[in-house]
């Protein structure tokens, strides 16, 4: 697949551009000798307000923490224990933080320090409305929110469901509707090949396909990028997840190179990095959530007339078109939808406990009704169905 043609100029797509997120990886935020790249940090705070000053509200997802703990306490090599994480976290963060509060305010701009859990974004839907009104209260009164993972107190919980800063940063653009999330790392963005060490053909722009297909496979050959390394957690491979996740809810992603790329160029529309372009709508705030915060607690499984229904037609999909159920789900989870094949076509919010779904499977609208003894209703509307 060649890269995209563009239907509108880069600077156009920037223009539309209201809200970002803005993720730093920890091989750009650590120094060499010191705890901490001050240079670095200091043209990413300035280049955050100059935004912040023309309208744009920014949020900014820092890694870094363990790798500032690291340079203050000595160790040269990423601890594996999850205690020693834990603690390098601890002394990393308040570093951190101390750092980015001192620069805004130099600037005049507050800052606010969020820690985030796996379980704050993807386990509860109350804790992900109140955590989203957080964020816009805090754009509100001019903040820019500091977010890091909680690994102080939640490394394995957040390596299990998260992976790692690129992943959260996403979960993050998702939950406030960032039109934009820039992945500032130590990379110019994504290769189609790489060779002797060095990147070849890079995408300036891509809507996905054969562009990404292959990364996992290019990156276990050092080909997409730079793997995992002394102080991260990250490569290639989540950073063109997140892309994925925020192409899939209709967002931009840049993947730029934290030293050599300027934040200010690349919201301006300035061809640097990869720009991963969305192919779809943007999502509402609901199915957001429906598609990517939520744990499902069961399936459910339908027909071929039901997948077209569904798929094609825009439809809800009603009793008559499951022919299987599994899981502990009561009426009001989400379910995964899936064809006979058990492929995910979607997720949705099941109007009924999978006890009930057992009873009426292909049943008709007349007979489910002389079941339950009340009106049928769909298993799972249209307006609470995502295609995945």
Not at 111 to 119: E, I, K, M, P, R
Not at 309 to 337: E, M, N
Not at 366 to 377: N, T
Request: glycine share 12%; net charge positive; proline share 3%.
């Amino acid at each position: 697949m060649t890269t995209r043609k563009r239907a509108a100029p880069r600077a156009d797509r920037m223009a539309r551009v209201q809200r970002i997120v803005v993720k730093i990886g920890s091989s750009s935020v650590a120094g060499v000798d010191t705890p901490l790249d001050m240079e670095t940090i200091r043209r990413l705070v300035k280049e955050i307000c100059h935004l912040r000053a023309a309208g744009v509200e920014v949020a900014l997802v820092s890694s870094g923490a363990v790798a500032a703990g690291m340079g203050r306490l000595g160790l040269t090599e990423r601890p594996r224990v999850t205690a020693e994480l834990q603690a390098a976290a601890a002394v990393g963060q308040n570093l951190l933080v101390h750092t980015y509060e001192n620069l805004f305010g130099r600037q005049g701009v507050p800052v606010g320090q969020v820690l985030l859990t796996a379980g704050d974004i993807l386990d509860d839907r109350q804790r992900y409305v109140n955590l989203r009104n957080t964020f816009r209260q805090l754009f509100r009164y001019g903040v820019v929110p500091v977010i890091n993972e909680n690994d102080s107190v939640g490394v394995d919980e957040l390596k299990r469901q998260l992976g790692d800063n690129d992943m959260l940063a996403a979960y993050v653009a998702n939950l406030v509707q960032a039109q934009l999330l820039v992945i500032l790392s130590d990379v110019e963005g994504l290769y189609r090949r790489y060779r002797d060490g060095h990147g070849e053909d890079l995408i300036h722009e891509t809507t996905g396909g054969e562009d990404i297909s292959g990364v996992e496979g290019r990156s276990a050959g050092r080909i997409a990028g730079r793997l995992t390394g002394r102080l991260g957690r990250g490569g290639m491979v989540t950073k063109v997840r997140a892309a994925e996740l925020l192409m899939a809810c209709g967002e931009m992603t840049v993947i730029a190179h934290a030293r050599k790329h300027r934040l200010g160029d690349i919201v301006r529309g300035v061809n640097v990095g990869t720009l991963f372009l969305p192919h779809v709508r943007r999502m509402g705030s609901r199915k957001r959530w429906i598609a990517f915060a939520s744990p499902t607690q069961g399936a459910v499984v339908v027909d071929d007339g039901a997948v077209a229904a569904i798929a094609k037609q825009g439809r809800s999909l009603l009793p008559a078109g499951v022919t299987a159920c599994a899981g502990s789900f009561i009426a009001g989870d989400v379910v995964r939808i899936e064809d006979s094949r058990n492929r995910e076509l979607g997720r949705g919010v099941c109007r009924y406990s999978v006890t009930e779904l057992q009873r009426i499977l292909g049943r008709s609208s007349p007979q489910v009704q002389g079941i339950l003894g009340r009106p049928a209703v769909e298993v799972v509307h249209r307006d609470d169905l995502v295609l995945t």
